[in-house]
Structure formats: structure tokens, C-alpha cells
Nanobody, 129 residues
Framework: QVQLVESGGGLVQAGGSLRLSCAAS????????MGWFRHAPGNERELVAA????????YYADSVKGRFTISRDNAKNTMYLQMNSLRSEATAVYYC??????????????????????WGQGTQVTVSS
């Protein structure tokens, strides 16, 4: 089993920055792919960014490319999402998620939320304009 806990959300003005953290526990040594999703009211849940364990493969939604950076520290079992130049449309609940352990070992992280079995409780990000 895997447990995920997000932190770092909050209220920020447009143009500001936030860094989200996701602390993983349990079978963390077998977690190869991880991702950040967000869900805003009235919108579908969307994948914001994803990363492989080796850090060699990352994915970013077009809407955040160049402004958001995903990273992970495997020694600390923690994944991060650095969000810069925030816009009001970034307001959402952000979730950390992971597919089952020992999957996507040699592949790019999945983009479909159905491939992610483990989810954190979410952290609210609110960007004021």
C-alpha cells in the first residue's frame, strides 16, 4: 500500500509562486511514476505534470509548460510541484497520485487518471486576480 499526503497549498496573488509537496509512505521504493492532478469546480480533473522515478521522463500539460516544474527526491520519498507565474485559472484542488507499485518501471508516466490507484487528500490552491 501507498499513502500520499500533499501540503503547500494556499492563497496567492496572480503572478506569484507556490511549491506543493507530496510525501509518500508505504511501498515507496516501488513507486516509479507519480503525478500531480488538479480539479477545479465545473471542470474535469486534469493531469498537470507527471514524473518517472529516474527523473528522466516528465510530462506537463500545455497550460503549465514553462511555468511549473515537477521534481522528486527519492531519498526523501517526496514529490514537488513548483508553480510560478500563477494565473487565476490555476485555482483548484491539487492532488498527488501514483499508479500501483512496480508499474511503469521503464515507461513514461501515464496520463490517464484511471491508471493512478493512489491519491492524496488534496490541497487547495487559490490564485486571486
Amino acid at each position: 500500500q501507498v499513502q500520499l499526503v500533499e501540503s503547500g497549498g494556499g492563497l496567492v496573488q496572480a503572478g506569484g509562486s507556490l511549491r506543493l509537496s507530496c510525501a509518500a509512505s508505504g511501498r515507496t521504493g516501488s513507486l516509479y511514476a507519480m503525478g500531480w492532478f488538479r480539479h477545479a469546480p465545473g471542470n474535469e480533473r486534469e493531469l498537470v505534470a507527471a514524473i518517472s522515478r529516474s527523473l528522466a521522463r516528465t510530462y506537463y500539460a500545455d497550460s503549465v509548460k514553462g511555468r511549473f516544474t515537477i521534481s522528486r527526491d527519492n531519498a526523501k520519498n517526496t514529490m514537488y510541484l513548483q508553480m510560478n507565474s500563477l494565473r487565476s485559472e490555476a485555482t483548484a484542488v491539487y492532488y498527488c497520485a501514483a499508479p500501483p507499485p512496480d508499474t511503469y518501471v521503464s515507461f513514461a508516466p501515464p496520463r490517464n487518471s484511471k491508471e493512478y490507484n493512489y491519491w492524496g487528500q488534496g490541497t487547495q490552491v487559490t490564485v486571486s486576480s
